[in-house]
């Protein structure tokens, strides 16, 4: 009798060994979901933050060329580079006939100038030839610069500054914004600057463009 009893309570631990095993595994299992859905999260947080980016850049650029308002130009980069990638201060420098780039507008703090790049700094030279820049340190001037391209031809560089204080890094969304300002700001601004030019005569200049491209020209 003793014996079935010592039997029944050897069998009854090993079962509650199993339980414990089979519970300890389940709770490393659901600690390790945990972990996904918090990864899942966070991805689907970074997903939303870039879609909102690129929405808010496709609505700025948009206004970007539906003006030949020059000032109203620098307005809407000037949005774009303080909401979208993260930074107050800010120039355009445009290529000079002398090869040295020319600063033309700029958006700085008072007492800030001082830290306004030489026209000859690397950065600038490296944008000129069509590559973005990005400093090593968030604590450089510049700390980025975009080369203003259109198409093939680059006809200047948006330098920036520095950066809001809560911008700790960039990211491939601020590399690929980038990429979209430069091209819209380019295209902008020398719309504007053809339109000041030769505003009186643009009906005469696109029928003489459209002519030449019937002819195959």
């Not at 079962?15 to 996904?36: N, P, V």
């Not at 991805?43 to 539906?66: D, I």
């Not at 290529?95 to 007492?111: F, K, N, R, T, W």
Request: glycine share 6%; aromatic share 4%.
């Amino acid at each position: 009798m003793e014996e079935r009893w010592d039997q029944r309570l050897s069998r009854v631990e090993g079962e509650s060994e199993q339980i414990r095993t089979s519970l300890d595994g389940l709770s490393e299992r659901l600690k390790a979901l945990e972990l996904e859905n918090e990864d899942l999260r966070l991805r689907c947080s970074e997903a939303e933050e870039q879609h909102a980016k690129f929405v808010n850049l496709f609505v700025v650029a948009q206004r970007l060329s539906s003006t030949l308002d020059i000032r109203e130009i620098l307005e809407t980069i000037q949005e774009i580079v303080v909401n979208l990638v993260g930074s107050e201060q800010f120039g355009i420098f445009l290529a000079g006939d002398d090869s040295q780039p020319v600063l033309v507008a700029e958006v700085a703090h008072e007492g800030s100038p001082g830290r306004r790049p030489h026209p000859r700094h690397p950065a600038i030279r490296e944008a000129m030839e069509g590559r973005i820049y990005v400093a090593d340190g968030l604590e450089a001037c510049p700390v980025a610069a975009i080369p203003l391209r259109l198409e093939r031809d680059v006809i200047g560089a948006l330098l920036i500054y520095g950066w809001l204080p809560q911008k700790c890094a960039i990211t491939d969304t601020d590399l690929e914004l980038f990429e979209l300002l430069a091209g819209a700001a380019a295209k902008a601004l020398c719309a504007a600057a053809f339109r000041e030019r030769d505003g009186d005569n643009l009906s005469a200049l696109v029928r003489e463009s459209l002519a030449r491209a019937a002819r195959g020209e």
